[in-house]
T-cell receptor
Framework: NAGVTQTPKFQVLKTGQSMTLQCAQD?????MSWYRQDPGMGLRLIHY???????DQGEVPNGYNVSRSTTEDFPLRLLSAAPSQTSVYFC???????????FGQGTRLTVV | AQSVTQLGSHVSVSEGALVLLRCNYS??????LFWYVQYPNQGLQLLLK??????LVKGINGFEAEFKKSETSFHLTKPSAHMSDAAEYFC??????????FGTGTSLTVIP
């Protein structure tokens, strides 16, 4: 059982480049989210989705776009990468109700 | 706004000693609370969760946490630390749908 799958695991970008971080889940969860993890700051919510076709901004949405065309996929797009976006990115999915979030293994992104 | 505060970014204990990691939440209504563990270069794994059932929650690897509404706390404990417990621990609250909010994390070191 795959759970939440993120690709790629590592990425180096030059300032100004764009890219898409992929996230897919096979648990039929309605809710999906993207977080970034930085030292001493925990995980901060970037964008989230409560179902296909519905997305909303989290705490730190600037510089990122998302879309949710299917229940399974929730890609995160960096429009024009900046060094401040160097971070570890986690995708998570969760079921309706009080359940926990299930996390992918993360993408370590470096912007030079 | 709902949030969690973890007291102590670094905690060191001797092997076999009590582990106590502190988490306080801010919420006007009882929330859903979670503790996650993160081992180096991995994603987050659920340790335990409180979803308004029993106030003393038992999790994996011998960890447990007690929900205390009067103190707005959800501290994580383990009676006897093991070397394999060395990791980063995150407290999180789930509010209004998909929004999970995480503390800044506590790094646990276990001294042989």
């Amino acid at each position: 059982n795959a759970g939440v799958t993120q690709t790629p695991k590592f990425q180096v970008l030059k300032t100004g480049q764009s890219m898409t971080l992929q996230c897919a889940q096979d648990m039929n969860h309605e809710y999906m989210s993207w977080y970034r993890q930085d030292p001493g700051m925990g995980l901060r919510l970037i964008h989230y989705s409560v179902g296909a076709g519905i997305t909303d901004q989290g705490e730190v949405p600037n510089g990122y776009n998302v879309s949710r065309s299917t229940t399974e996929d929730f890609p995160l797009r960096l429009l024009s990468a900046a060094p401040s976006q160097t971070s570890v990115y986690f995708c998570a999915s969760s079921p309706r109700g009080a359940g926990e979030a299930f996390f992918g293994q993360g993408t370590r992104l470096t912007v030079v | 706004a709902q949030s969690v505060t973890q007291l102590g970014s670094h905690v060191s204990v001797s092997e076999g000693a009590l582990v106590l990691l502190r988490c306080n939440y801010s919420s006007s209504v009882p929330p859903y609370l979670f503790w996650y563990v993160q081992y180096p270069n991995q994603g987050l794994q659920l340790l335990l969760k409180y979803t308004s059932a029993a106030t003393l929650v038992k999790g994996i690897n011998g960890f447990e946490a007690e929900f205390k509404k009067s103190e707005t706390s959800f501290h994580l404990t383990k009676p006897s630390a093991h070397m394999s417990d060395a990791a980063e621990y995150f407290c999180a609250v789930r509010r209004s749908g998909n929004q999970f909010y995480f503390g800044t994390g506590t790094s646990l070191t276990v001294i042989p």
